[in-house]
């Protein structure tokens, strides 16, 4: 089965896992936009406090009128900012693992975890649906390394049965001894058999497999260490670049802001003087 999987989802088919990817993740996706805007809004406001406070000397908008403006305070700053502000994102999807209590009231816990019902769900329906289908799983029987090493020999014994019953009809005599016969056979029938099979029949043993059942109700039941290893290895390859990114995306707002205030101050302190 691993092979199947691995085969199904990479390749030519890896679009498979970005959609199965996508669909499981869009909250924690989305929460990491949304929060983008709502912990930087209030990081920011936090800075611009602290640079209201802070004397000019240190890179602050306060004391010291005399002194000379230094971006780089406010350039360093804001690109903390950016960073921390994604940084808290993923903190918020995972962490923490297990369900932390606070005052009797309030669970506290990843918000990946706290819908693995949900997800877990998504997930049996995806495999029982693309993955783990009645169809796939007589391809690779027949056809992959593993799985014909065990279904190919009882093929052979059935074609082989059926040679002989029909050489005791007066069919075929001998064909039943002749190896070469057997294996051609043996290896026509099976090219033809996922394509002979009718549709309806894959239909009813999807439905007598109960898979997504089963395997939903498998992984719900899973502990949540485990189950935050399905889709945190997605974020955990592109973590640091999803920091730096708030970092550069904070210092790039500082720059505009520092490039363009000065000369917006200066239009609207000319207008208001006319």
């Not at 920011?44 to 209201?52: D, Y």
């Not at 495999?127 to 690779?140: E, Q």
């Not at 051609?184 to 497999?209: I, K, M, N, S």
Request: proline residues 4%; aromatic residues 8%; hydrophobic residues 50%.
């Amino acid at each position: 089965l691993t092979g199947l999987c691995v085969r199904e989802l990479t390749g030519d088919n890896v679009k498979g896992l970005v959609d199965l990817f996508q669909k499981v993740g869009a909250t924690e996706l989305r929460l990491l936009v949304n929060s983008g805007a709502t912990v930087g809004l209030i990081l920011g406001l936090c800075q611009a406090l602290v640079s209201l406070a802070l004397p000019r000397e240190f890179g602050g908008a306060g004391d010291g009128e005399d002194e000379p403006e230094k971006p780089a305070v406010a350039l360093i700053g804001s690109g903390v900012v950016g960073c921390v502000t994604n940084w808290i994102a993923l903190l918020w999807i995972f962490q923490p693992v297990d369900p932390v209590e606070l005052f009797g009231r309030i669970t506290l816990q990843g918000c990946f975890l706290k819908r693995q019902p949900e997800v877990s769900r998504d997930f049996a329906k995806f495999f029982a649906d693309r993955i783990l289908t009645a169809r796939n799983l007589l391809d690779d029987a027949i056809f992959s390394e593993r799985g014909s090493a065990v279904f190919r020999p009882r093929l052979r014994r059935r074609v082989k049965a059926f040679l002989r019953a029909a050489e005791r009809e007066g069919l075929n005599a001998g064909a039943s001894g002749n190896t070469a016969l057997l294996d051609a056979a043996t290896e026509a029938v099976a090219a033809e058999l996922p394509t002979a099979l009718p549709q309806g029949l894959y239909d009813y043993a999807d439905g007598a497999f109960g898979l997504e059942a089963s395997l939903g109700d498998a992984m719900a039941a899973m502990p949540a260490r485990d189950f935050e290893r399905l889709l945190h290895p997605i974020f955990e390859e592109d973590e640091f670049t999803l920091i730096a990114v708030g970092g550069l995306l904070g210092v790039a707002a500082a720059w505009a802001q520092l490039a363009c205030g000065a000369r917006v101050a200066a239009a609207c302190s000319a207008g208001w003087t006319k």
